[in-house]
């Protein structure tokens, strides 16, 4: 069909709507009409709305949508309109009526503003019998997507009671429209209604029913126990019409958290369990956020000093209350951390902003892709660690990335890319920045750690690429790289590694020479309370964080083999290199070796390390506080604990250890 | 194989335009009948059991709601999206509630019509029931 076809199919059916109209309002003027009849009347408005709309004509579509509004009011409140009322409404039929002749004959119809303000003036405020029966706004409670509420979709499952503890992982999304998405309250809907068919939908704030009636922003979140991951669910409904932006918000721990243990403390467990559909949201200044968390590792702190203090006889009702506890904590600090997740996403734009001065500055083309925005992460975990990232940046740009004509000579692309990846890989979170520049070259970099005198020939032949190619975090040395012009990495990686290890995290470097640099930080998801051996070595008491270790090990004096200058041990097939601990640290020659010492065996790259201890005193919680200059610049050190009782012990970074004791 | 829809709509001229739109859309969906209100619209769906409704919302006899709750009656299954004009969101609400399973807005655009359609029947005829 062509569009003089549609204007005549419109033109003829928008008389027989007016001609429906006129008769209707004319015959109301006679006698009361019936509520079909009304009906009629409604729909007539209804659909010359509708049709002028889709042909585009603006002022026929308005004034016919205030003459629906009007009829709608009438049509719901049954109280017929004044004869004053009437004769307004056959007064915008008549000119409905000139106006249609108007675009049936080629012309533009005129706009009638002051006919569409009289209609206004009389039609009931934006339909406000709907809004009577509609629950307020956050009165969402356990069932409002049930059947009940009036805003409730058909096949979105009631969250029963048997939701409380179905064990599945609970998360949350948040859903923004598009600005301008018409009917948003109806797109929430569908939009609930096809994660429904996905996940189990808890809860939804703000409330569904209220949507409609209530001003609504076009932003909504949504509570789900599901088995699938937040990311998932988020771009299944990113993908869907209207949606500009969908992203998993906290990952909540499944609603039973460890209350498996003890019978008594199983009823008081499952009350304090998250209630993920209790909604609604509150803004926190970040610094009270801090605070509560401060508060809560000093909580655990005193709560471990008082297990040590006290004797408590097992099955006592004292142990009973300490685990009591101990689970109410563990879930508080839970809560917590999950409170202060933050997406990556949030940070893009500054990130963008940086790669685009600094290529502009240097002038040079710099592409940037960052992914895994969607992936949350502690607060302040994030804002630490976009210093180091932005350093990065800033070395792969002036360092690493060539300029165009070196690049089109090398066959490169004359823009260079940079790729920043953020994921989380079980306990773990993985910050990956690769460069498609020039590469560092390792040998180079033994060179120049050689000829400053920063490890022996013997070392330096002993080190691996990946391990030379660490060479460039010592302090001093990336400076004499750049002096002496090698295959360029710029300053400062010391202190992008040592930014790194102040989060308990570790910093690794691969690279192609010629194809470019990758820095990956991996790192925990929160810095401030994390488990750690504890271990003593040459008197001193040092923390090892769990999500480093691999296992203890007893190793005795007699596996122990010399090796090119090292001490090794057999482990199945596996040769792991022996760092004595006290001797590395405090630089006491190696004492006799007890008949077995423990150790703590961990891996840096492929290569396995037992790291021996004179004693391994537990395994415990801890907080953990930046080391203060000149600590920092320290590279065995990953920060400082408080221990149970006040003292505080260094948190050794075993990844860093292993490296220094190969270039020692 | 193609789409096979049903369009309700009471103005032929929408019917025409939704036709229009689905017909020029490469092959993707065949226009197998039409109804002019919720009754009709009934009888028809039961008669030709199509892939996809589109149904208008306000028309004669029967409204889009009640036929779409009707229609979902005889068929859990079935794939129903209103075309409704602007306003009266609450209505649009309540036939969402009722089973529809997406809707659109008019005035429309044939990208808006297609892009809405596709995510309601992603995999193509043999995903409807």
């Known amino acids: 069909m062509d569009s003089r076809e549609f204007l005549e199919l419109f033109t003829s059916e928008s008389r027989e709507h007016l001609e429906g109209l006129g008769a209707l309002l004319a015959k109301a003027r006679r006698q009361e009409l019936a509520q079909e009849e009304i ?63 108007t675009v049936a004959a080629g012309g533009e119809a005129a706009v009638e503003a002051d006919l569409v303000g009289a209609l206004h003036a009389v039609a009931p405020a934006n339909h406000a019998a709907l809004e009577d029966g509609a629950p307020a706004a956050g009165a969402f409670g ?69 949507m409609a009636t209530k001003g609504f922003a076009g932003r909504f979140r949504v509570s789900l126990a599901t088995t699938l991951p937040g990311e998932r669910l988020a771009s299944l409904v990113a993908a869907l019409p209207d949606v500009s932006e969908c992203r998993p918000l906290a990952a909540h ?16 467990g499952a009350e304090s369990a998250p209630r993920p559909e209790a909604l609604g949201t509150i803004r926190v200044p970040t610094e009270k956020m801090d605070r509560l968390l401060d508060g809560v590792g000093e909580l655990i702190l005193h709560r471990e000093r008082l297990k040590r203090a006290l004797v ?3 099955g006592s009702e004292a142990q009973g209350f300490l685990e009591a506890l101990e689970r109410t904590m563990d879930l508080l600090r839970d809560t917590v951390m999950a409170m202060r997740l933050i997406p990556f996403a949030s940070l893009v734009p500054r990130l963008q902003r940086t790669v685009r001065d600094l290529a502009r500055r240097l002038g040079k083309e710099v592409e940037l892709e960052v992914r895994g925005t969607d992936v949350a992460l502690d607060r302040s975990v994030l804002e630490e660690m976009m210093d180091p990232l932005e350093h990065i940046l800033r070395n792969s740009i002036d360092h690493g990335i060539e300029d165009a004509a070196t690049r089109r000579a090398a066959g490169k692309p004359a823009a260079g890319r940079i790729e920043i990846e953020l994921s989380r890989r079980d306990d773990r979170v993985c910050l990956r920045a690769s460069d498609d520049g020039r590469g560092i070259d390792p040998q180079a970099l033994r060179r120049v750690a050689l000829e400053k005198r920063f490890i022996t020939r013997e070392a330096a032949e002993r080190l691996s690429e990946d391990e030379a190619l660490m060479l460039i975090t010592i302090p001093g040395l990336s400076t004499a ?184 | 194989m193609a789409i096979r829809v049903l369009i309700v709509d009471d103005a032929m001229f929408m019917r025409s335009m939704i036709k229009d739109i689905l017909t020029n859309a490469g092959g993707r969906y065949e226009v197998i009948g039409e109804a002019s ?89 043999s995903a409807a029931s």
């Open chain 1, 39 to 101: 009906n009629d009347l409604f729909r007539h408005a209804h659909s010359l709305k509708g049709m002028a709309a889709s042909m585009g004509f603006q002022p026929i579509a308005r004034l016919s949508h205030a003459m629906e509004d009007l009829l709608h009011g009438w049509r719901e409140r049954g109280a017929a309109p004044s004869a004053a009322t009437l004769d307004l409404l056959l007064r915008a039929t008549d000119r409905l009526s000139a106006q249609v002749e």
């Open chain 1, 142 to 210: 356990s069932g409002a997507l049930g059947a009940g509420a009036p805003g409730a979709a058909a096949d979105v499952p009631p969250p029963g009671a048997a939701g409380a503890d179905d064990g599945l992982p609970r998360l949350e999304i948040e859903v923004v429209l598009r600005p301008g998405t018409p009917l948003p309250a109806a797109r929430a809907m569908v939009i609930l209604k096809r994660l429904a068919e996905q996940a189990r939908v808890l809860g939804c704030s703000p409330d569904p029913a209220a």
């Open chain 1, 253 to 268: 721990a499944a609603a039973t958290p460890s209350v498996a243990a003890a019978p008594s403390a199983a009823a008081s």
């Open chain 1, 312 to 314: 408590v006889e097992p």
């Open chain 1, 481 to 664: 790289v750049r002096t002496t012009d090698i295959s360029g990495r710029g300053v400062g990686m010391d202190v992008v590694r040592t930014r790194v290890q102040k989060l308990g995290g570790r910093l690794s470097i691969r690279s192609r020479l010629g194809a470019g640099t990758t820095f990956e930080m991996d790192l925990p998801p929160a810095a401030t309370v994390t488990r750690a051996f504890l271990c003593r070595a040459a008197g001193e008491v040092y923390a090892v964080p769990v999500s480093m270790v691999q296992t203890t090990l007893n190793v005795r004096r007699e596996a122990i083999l010399g090796s090119q200058g090292e001490q090794v041990v057999q482990r199945g097939d596996e040769v792991v290199t022996l760092l004595p601990l006290g001797a590395l640290l405090a630089g006491a020659a190696a004492p006799a070796p007890a008949p077995a010492t423990p150790a703590l065996l961990y891996r840096v790259g492929r290569r396995a390390y037992a790291l021996a201890v004179d004693e391994i005193l537990g395994e415990t919680e801890i907080v953990v506080k930046p080391l203060k200059h000149p600590l920092e610049l320290l590279p065995q050190y990953a920060g400082a604990a408080i221990l149970n009782d006040g003292r505080i012990a260094l948190i050794l970074d075993p990844a860093n250890l292993a490296l220094a004791s190969r270039a020692a």
């Open chain 2, 37 to 125: 209100n919720g009754r009709e619209a009934i009888a028809r769906f039961r008669e030709l059991r199509p892939d996809l409704v589109t149904m208008d919302i306000v028309m004669p006899q029967m409204d889009g709601i009640e036929a779409t709750r009707e229609i979902l009656k005889l068929d859990g299954g079935a794939n129903v999206v209103i075309c409704s004009a602007m306003g009266q969101e609450a209505l649009v609400v309540e036939s969402i509630s009722a089973g529809a399973k997406d809707f659109i807005v008019k005035p429309f655009t044939s990208e808006r019509v297609l892009q809405v359609l596709a995510k309601v029947l992603p995999g193509g005829a």
